[in-house]
């Protein structure tokens, strides 16, 4: 059965590869760039599961797969590649400011110990005892997330491309989706493409911001708009605090991320588009970052600006995002795209709804066990 995916960011690579542990699928890859470009080459991959307040239905239920499939996809990717994939399993540590409601964290504390999560309210003392870096008096504690990860999402998707090659699948970059041919009984048998035509039983779209001009296509369109985000690289030369501990730490909606050497990746502005979908990066919104994470980290404060980068975050129009499940109108194409903020934490979860339709739909129904990582 053959299967197109039209997207390679980490969300399209991550279907092609849980897709090709399958047994009869012949899958293709098109993207019109190399793999990682656009919203997955921009993010910092700090993967919010446990510490996220999302607590019940699909919204918690994707984020809990997708932590735990990372806990196996890292090694079973770097053993399959060879490829290092920079995976930071320190956790998370949200900082808590003073305006904050502590019964409100308390709560999530126990609804996660509940689902079998742990999380650690810590006060001042021990904020300063275990990372004394973080220094400014309008924090008046903290959460602390032991098994939430952070992620290098470029690594990680060209791991997942490699792996994936491995297993058979076919990727084509520099291609362009031109038109779409269908049948009037909801059912798209070709595409047209840059590079010839290219038929298929099922397609999926996980294109991010193209799903837009795509869906058109296909007189179904699927709103999705450009959220721009800012973030920059730090050096500072040493790690901070104690360099046996460097979890990803976040607060106020802004991330300081080790990367290793005494650099640290800290964003990401949310800036929308004003007029059309032109977003002209705002510099003073990218300095307030920096502002804010120099009042949580003074050390902050010498570091060197290595580079600064953005990109285009894909939200969906009026409704939720992400947008998976099938194209309205059609029994075969099938949409994972729309991820906005959280294409890299929610990718392996994606991953598994897509094969999951695929397996049910178009091979019979069958026990399929999760994210064994092995063709059976």
Not at 133 to 138: A, I, L, P
Request: proline fraction near 6%; aromatic fraction near 6%; hydrophobic fraction near 40%.
């Amino acid at each position: 059965m053959n299967v197109v995916i039209i997207g390679c960011g980490v969300v399209g690579a991550a279907i092609a590869y849980e897709l090709s542990l399958v047994k009869g699928l012949k899958i293709t890859v098109c993207d019109c760039q190399p793999p990682a470009q656009a919203s997955t080459g921009a993010a910092l991959g700090v993967l919010m599961g446990a510490i996220s307040q999302k607590i019940k239905g699909k919204a918690w239920q994707m984020r809990q797969t997708s932590i735990q499939r990372y806990e196996t996809l890292i090694p079973e990717l770097e053993a399959l590649t060879g490829r290092k994939i920079p995976f930071n399993r320190q956790g998370i540590l949200s900082l808590g400011l003073a305006e904050e409601n502590l019964a409100a964290w308390e709560k999530l504390v126990e609804i996660r110990h509940s689902q079998g999560w742990h999380l650690e309210i810590w006060d001042t003392a021990k904020l300063q005892n275990i990372c004394p870096q973080v220094d400014c008096e309008k924090i008046t504690g903290a959460v602390y997330s032991p098994q939430d990860r952070q992620l290098d999402p470029t690594a990680l998707t060209l791991a997942l491309v490699e792996a994936a090659q491995q297993n058979g699948v076919t990727f084509k970059f520099g291609v362009t989706v031109l038109d779409a041919s269908t049948s009037t009984s909801e059912f798209c048998y070709q595409l047209e493409t840059t590079e010839g035509k290219i038929t298929a039983d099922w397609f999926v779209i996980a294109a991010g911001l193209g799903s837009t001009p795509l869906t058109a296509k296909l007189n179904q369109t699927i709103d999705i708009r450009p959220v721009l985000g800012q973030a920059l690289q730090m050096r500072v030369g040493h790690p901070l605090g104690n360099p046996d501990f460097q979890p990803a730490i976040t607060g106020n909606d802004v991330h300081i991320v080790p990367v290793g050497g005494g650099d640290y990746w800290v964003g990401a502005t949310v800036e929308f588009p004003s007029n059309g979908d032109e977003i002209p990066p705002n510099q003073e919104l990218l300095e307030s970052v920096r502002k804010q994470v120099i009042a949580f980290c003074p050390e902050l404060s010498t570091a060197k600006i290595i580079r600064t980068w953005s990109g285009l975050r894909p939200r969906p129009e009026g409704r939720p995002a992400p947008v998976i499940g099938k194209l309205s109108g059609f029994s075969n194409i099938l949409l994972a795209t729309g991820h906005y903020r959280n294409g890299v934490l929610l990718a392996p979860a994606t991953a598994y709804a897509i094969r999951e339709m695929i397996i049910s739909q178009g091979m019979g129904t069958r026990d399929w066990g999760l994210g064994t990582g092995t063709k059976d």
